[in-house]
């Protein structure tokens, strides 16, 4: 309840806007209760935006799709290419003199191009979401690694990962510790 409140009263402030209102949406727990808030409590017709992950470990369509019907979204995928990423990354490397520290910052770059050609101003993300509540498995996995030189705390922490956190994993190499 606690949370549910503050998150409430938090998007209460940065829902009013003068502008249409787009929202990443990724099929994940963040952008999922943004969108349910919008509407459910503040009626808010939000324009959402998603990538057409072409990796089945990276699919979420079947949740967004969820989503679109629960709430009878207006919805776009974005769909990128290889060669669109080349491009992108050369011209976003080239004007920010600055590397992509992971595929995520790419695919976040061209979602906000995207929206940005749709003329939306305000744009409302999940980002930070999966961190407070769990972080992504990458994290988990150093979260590990730093318990190495401690066998009791290593066996303990790696027991509840392998119990609660390995089934869930999707990708081969991050549901392998080694």
Not at 68 to 78: I, N, S
Not at 90 to 105: G, M, R
Request: hydrophobic fraction near 35%.
């Amino acid at each position: 309840k606690i949370i549910r409140n503050s998150i409430i009263q938090n998007f209460q402030r940065r829902y009013r806007s003068d502008f249409d209102i787009a929202c990443l949406l990724s099929g994940g727990l963040d952008s999922s209760i943004i969108v349910a808030i919008a509407k459910k409590i503040f009626g808010i017709d939000l324009s959402c935006f998603s990538i057409k992950a072409n990796n089945p470990i990276y699919d979420e369509s079947e949740r967004i799709e969820l989503l679109k019907k629960e709430f009878k979204l207006k919805h776009k995928y974005v769909s990128i290419t290889k060669k669109d990423n080349i491009n992108f990354m050369e011209q976003f490397v080239k004007e920010t003199y600055s590397p992509l520290n992971s595929i995520s910052y790419l695919v976040y770059s061209q979602l906000n191009a995207e929206i940005k050609r749709k003329k939306f101003r305000v744009l409302l993300s999940g980002l930070g979401g999966d961190e407070l509540f769990g972080g992504y498995y990458t994290h988990q996995l150093n979260f590990l690694h730093n318990f190495k030189n401690n066998q009791y705390l290593f066996t303990k922490n790696h027991n509840l990962w392998e119990k609660h956190t390995k089934p869930l994993v999707k990708s081969e190499v991050l549901s392998d510790y080694n």
